[in-house]
């Protein structure tokens, strides 16, 4: 592979990791999650605004009652002492009394609304954020397992960098054996032969040939004693090119 070659492929695998990483759905559904998390916990913070509001309200009407209890306790206790006048003026300041609580029961009302209907959708929206952590949870297992398989398909096909080459490798590794092994026999048919010596042996050139017809006469001498054994006698000797032939 040429210099530029070999440049332009990891330009090429640095921009498809960029966009694999701009392309991660294990981060948007994380990124999502963490979105809906954070829409809870605004979520809580304002329900605990509205309920905070509600007892304030609650406190003032409880006042407001207090007083209107304690006016209309004094307007008996001055009717009872003839005292017309004093039970008119605590009468009087009942009415009042009253008047200021209508409009903090109204506003207390409307506030327990609110206060409903935003636990109703925080109920609601930590239904949702469990759902979605569950499907979250098994489509990253999934996409993993499914990143995983690519990844050995593609080393088992050669694409990947696990077993990418490995046929080159073994064929090289077979070409260099095969190699080796025809050397081996050239090297031992040459010493046969005589070609070369053995450093080890220094016996001469004749010493060579008769020890192979030392081998040959042992041979033959073995058939001939296997052939009277069998019963059979010695094959008929074929002229050679070196003898003449009988008329």
């Known amino acids: 592979m040429s210099l530029m070659a070999r440049f332009t492929t990891l330009l090429s695998a640095k921009a498809n990791k960029v966009l694999d990483a701009a392309d991660d759905p294990d981060a948007d559904m994380d990124l999502s999650y963490q979105k809906m998390m954070t829409s809870l916990q605004e979520t809580k913070a304002h329900l605990a605004d509205v309920i905070a509001e509600q007892v304030t309200l609650e406190h003032q009407m409880a006042d407001h009652q207090a007083a209107i209890d304690r006016h209309d306790?004094?307007?008996?206790?001055?009717?009872?002492?003839?005292?017309?006048?004093?039970?008119?003026?605590?009468?009087?300041?009942?009415?009042?009394?009253?008047?200021?609580?209508?409009?903090?029961?109204?506003?207390?009302?409307?506030?327990?609304?609110?206060?409903?209907?935003?636990?109703?959708?925080?109920?609601?929206?930590?239904?949702?954020?469990?759902?979605?952590?569950?499907?979250?949870?098994?489509?990253?297992?999934?996409?993993?397992?499914?990143?995983?398989?690519?990844?050995?398909?593609?080393?088992?096909?050669?694409?990947?960098?696990?077993?990418?080459?490995?046929?080159?490798?073994?064929?090289?590794?077979?070409?260099?054996?095969?190699?080796?092994s025809a050397k081996a026999e050239a090297m031992e048919r040459m010493m046969n032969d005589g070609t070369i010596h053995d450093p080890l042996d220094h016996r001469s050139q004749s010493e060579h040939e008769i020890?192979?017809?030392?081998?040959?006469?042992?041979?033959?001498?073995?058939?001939?004693?296997?052939?009277?054994?069998?019963?059979?006698?010695?094959?008929?000797?074929?002229?050679?090119?070196?003898?003449?032939?009988?008329?």
């Open 211 to 247: 020890e192979k017809l030392h081998d040959t006469s042992e041979i033959d001498d073995q058939l001939a004693k296997l052939r009277a054994e069998m019963g059979q006698s010695a094959p008929a000797a074929t002229p050679s090119a070196a003898d003449p032939a009988k008329p």
């Open 73 to 180: 306790s004094d307007a008996h206790i001055a009717m009872k002492a003839g005292r017309e006048d004093l039970a008119r003026m605590a009468l009087a300041d009942k009415e009042a009394e009253i008047h200021k609580l209508a409009p903090i029961q109204a506003s207390c009302e409307h506030v327990k609304q609110q206060a409903e209907k935003l636990k109703q959708y925080e109920h609601k929206l930590e239904q949702k954020i469990e759902e979605f952590r569950t499907e979250k949870e098994s489509l990253k297992a999934e996409h993993h397992a499914a990143e995983a398989e690519l990844k050995v398909d593609q080393q088992l096909a050669g694409i990947g960098k696990g077993l990418g080459g490995v046929e080159d490798t073994i064929q090289r590794a077979r070409d260099k054996t095969h190699a080796m």
